[in-house]
């Protein structure tokens, strides 16, 4: 039987502050009659958020580890390595970029955006 995993997209800074993409694969578990979960993770909060449809943010840092999930929108993000990547509703990104030149972010559907932002410990 093939192990299920939920993907979620990281930015992370390596050793000098570059930002860059991975991607992780949380394993999920069965749980019977609810479906597949994975593991609990302890979280400080959770931010409810919504941007212009004009959204664009130049280079920041993360002011601390946070899920990002995408409820509605398009977005890209660009890291500081050059590469960017294009996000929609139902995305989840984990954002770990709080040293260095961080990354940008920018609406690319011209539509407000709504998402949640829960901050981890």
Do not use: C
């Not at 991975?22 to 400080?44: F, K, S, T, W, Y």
């Not at 130049?58 to 390595?81: M, N, S, T």
């Amino acid at each position: 039987m093939t192990e299920k995993t939920f993907s979620i997209t990281r930015v992370y800074a390596d050793a000098e502050g570059e930002s860059h993409f991975d991607q992780l694969e949380l394993p999920l578990v069965d749980a019977g009659a609810i479906g597949r979960m994975a593991e609990a993770e302890a979280a400080n909060s959770v931010i409810f958020r919504e941007n212009d449809s004009n959204y664009d943010y130049d280079w920041h840092r993360a002011p601390q580890r946070q899920y990002i999930i995408l409820l509605d929108g398009e977005i890209e993000i660009e890291v500081g390595d050059g590469e960017r990547r294009r996000f929609r509703g139902g995305d989840v990104l984990l954002v770990e970029d709080t040293v260095g030149k961080g990354h940008r972010t920018r609406t690319v559907d011209k539509r407000p955006r709504r998402s949640i932002f829960v901050t981890l410990e």
